[in-house]
């Protein structure tokens, strides 16, 4: 993708232009999501953040616009964090994401985490075969997802939270699907932005930074016990919790140990 997809460029008053649909990505839509319509989307979307950024029924309806937006997917949320500093879905068009997403913050994994960490969009296409996030993943697919995109809303070099698609079928998403989600995260990430008071806490607060340190930590650990034994993701976690559990210690105490042996 480009590295503009997300970005920061500024229209009258300091708020974005409407987004434009690149043309690669119109010529290969086809006729379920016509070319003007998606742009009529995206420039109605551009049109609330003028208004009202701020407004519970906006993001309510950047959920529904983002679901219009990529035709693929069966249900779309955003997340951000409060006041409090806690993890929570902001608005979703359907509970299954609100579960979903509940489930990522307690096992601390998951897709919308990680682009939140990384600032990058992170696609998952099965949650049947995934070893990125096997806890969470595994508890998606009783749910009944299968494909998931999410995409982190960046502005001014802040990252303030995730924008995410979910599908019931897998390898349902595509790089079309990703343009398309980039192009409503870009926007959405100036909507949030702007409702923004001076004052406000960051958004990605030092509870949540702790929690992702902790996973990389442990993801770290992982990925040297799969080299080490010749294992998968899902074997290498518990060989690490089962080493926790019978040393008294937390999974992060036995990273944080096994990589300080490494010198990693």
Request: proline share 6%.
């Amino acid at each position: 993708m480009h590295s503009d997809a997300y970005g920061d460029r500024a229209g009258a008053a300091g708020h974005p232009a409407p987004a434009r649909l690149p043309e690669e990505v119109a010529d290969r839509m086809g006729a379920a999501e016509p070319r003007d319509e998606l742009v009529a989307a995206l420039t109605r979307l551009h049109g609330m953040l003028l208004e009202e950024p701020t407004a519970p029924g906006t993001l309510e309806q950047l959920t529904r616009i983002t679901r219009r937006v990529v035709p693929a997917a069966d249900a779309a949320g955003v997340s951000t964090i409060d006041a409090d500093g806690t993890t929570i879905t902001t608005a979703a068009t359907d509970p299954v994401v609100e579960t979903a997403d509940a489930l990522q913050y307690d096992l601390e994994e998951g897709p919308c985490l990680s682009a939140w960490a990384s600032a990058g969009l992170q696609r998952l296409d099965d949650t049947a075969a995934d070893t990125r996030w096997p806890a969470w993943s595994a508890a998606a697919h009783d749910l009944g997802i299968r494909s998931v995109l999410s995409a982190p809303l960046v502005h001014g070099g802040e990252t303030l939270g995730a924008l995410k698609v979910y599908a019931r079928g897998p390898g349902v998403f595509s790089a079309v699907d990703e343009h398309l989600l980039a192009l409503v995260a870009g926007t959405a990430a100036a909507l949030l932005a702007g409702g923004r008071r001076p004052t406000a806490p960051p958004l990605l607060s030092s509870a949540l930074h702790e929690v992702l340190a902790h996973r990389q930590l442990v993801d770290r650990a992982t990925g040297v016990l799969m080299e080490r034994h010749g294992t998968g993701s899902a074997a290498a976690r518990r060989r690490l919790e089962e080493t926790a559990a019978a040393t008294d210690r937390t999974p992060e105490q036995v990273a944080r140990e096994l990589l300080g042996e490494l010198g990693a």
